[in-house]
């Protein structure tokens, strides 16, 4: 996941020093607020003299096409128009080198996006207060982000609002490509340490595995009595995440078929398929997590482990299954 600095969220430093800095330590993309003020070229011209790091510019403006020929002539490599001051004025093409994206804060509805999908590649999405420097990230987002992606899967997903390194881990998990870092970034004390916590594994603990699962509605499993090599086969095409739960009448997480074990029963009874036993389909003893754990609760189970893992059924004090963590995207963002 990339790293947009916030620039303004710094006002302590000069921009040259700022930017000085920050490119040392090889940041991915400044990101600049435009609050309908024009003179925020000025800054982006001054960059461009001291740096090739590429420009993430939020405009927050009723009149956008007033920012089209600035927006060309400076070649800003990121641009999010805020939709909701757009009063639904549509969005022309990108200029060659140029990204356009839908800006949206935390309470307008996804859909919004649908009529700006053909000019934009990516949403960013306002997770605190917009324009409140050091606000605290709204977990409802979550929900959102896999929403988003669910809506428009190839459409990046850009986040703006309370990133800290706890929060960065979970944006990585969840397939976000770019993440605005302001207070937390360049305002601490060492923005070498900043940038290496939004980037690494070791976070603090806030958020509980709960607040950032895939929801039960979303999660593949079958009964004991249904388990079968069809039914099995069937489930994990359906929801694509390579697995299923199996529970018993109260829900209560009894086992997982994956791929791997799928694969291995079918090895053990090549010479008469039909006869595959159920319980045989079925990891009685799958790792699993309880939904009041922490992120830090989290890593040290996923690191007490031989093997790698790649989703992570989740339950609640009764045992029963309440949702899932999956661990692809985040392997993906590590590489």
Do not use: W
């Not at 921009?15 to 400044?30: G, K, N, P």
């Not at 499993?221 to 697995?243: N, R």
């Amino acid at each position: 996941m990339k790293i947009s600095a916030s620039l303004y969220s710094n006002r302590e430093k000069s921009l040259t020093e700022l930017v000085q800095e920050l490119d040392a330590l090889r940041i991915d993309s400044f990101h600049i607020d435009c609050n309908d003020n024009p003179s925020v070229f000025e800054d982006i011209q001054q960059i461009r003299q001291i740096s090739q790091t590429p420009i993430d510019l939020h405009i927050i403006s009723p009149e956008p096409q007033k920012y089209y020929e600035l927006i060309e002539q400076h070649r800003i490599e990121y641009v999010q128009f805020q939709y909701e001051t757009m009063q639904g004025k549509p969005l022309p093409a990108p200029p060659s080198g140029t990204e356009y994206g839908l800006a949206v804060v935390s309470d307008t509805p996804l859909k919004v996006f649908a009529p700006y999908q053909e000019a934009c590649s990516f949403i960013l999405l306002m997770t605190t207060t917009p324009g409140q420097s050091g606000g605290v990230f709204r977990k409802d987002n979550f929900n959102r982000i896999r929403s988003f992606g669910k809506q428009f899967p190839d459409k990046k997903i850009h986040v703006d609002g309370g990133v800290n390194d706890e929060v960065s881990f979970i944006l990585r998990s969840l397939a976000v490509d770019s993440a605005v870092s302001g207070s937390f970034l360049v305002n601490h004390t060492s923005m070498g340490a900043a940038l290496l916590g939004l980037k690494m594994h070791e976070v603090s603990s806030h958020y509980r595995v709960k607040d950032f699962m895939i929801d039960i509605r979303d999660v593949p499993q079958l009964a004991e009595d249904e388990v079968s090599l069809a039914s099995v086969l069937k489930t994990i095409e359906d929801y694509g995440l390579g697995f299923t739960a199996v529970v018993d009448q109260e829900g209560r997480l009894n086992g997982i078929s994956s791929n791997a074990d799928v694969r291995q029963a079918l090895l053990n009874h090549l010479a008469d398929l039909p006869s595959i036993p159920s319980k045989e389909l079925i990891n009685t003893n799958p790792v699993f997590i309880s939904e009041e754990a922490t992120v830090e609760d989290m890593l040290k189970l996923v690191t007490s482990v031989s093997f790698p893992i790649l989703f992570l059924p989740v339950v609640d004090q009764q045992q029963k299954l309440t949702g899932t963590l999956m661990f692809n995207n985040l392997i993906r963002s590590e590489s």
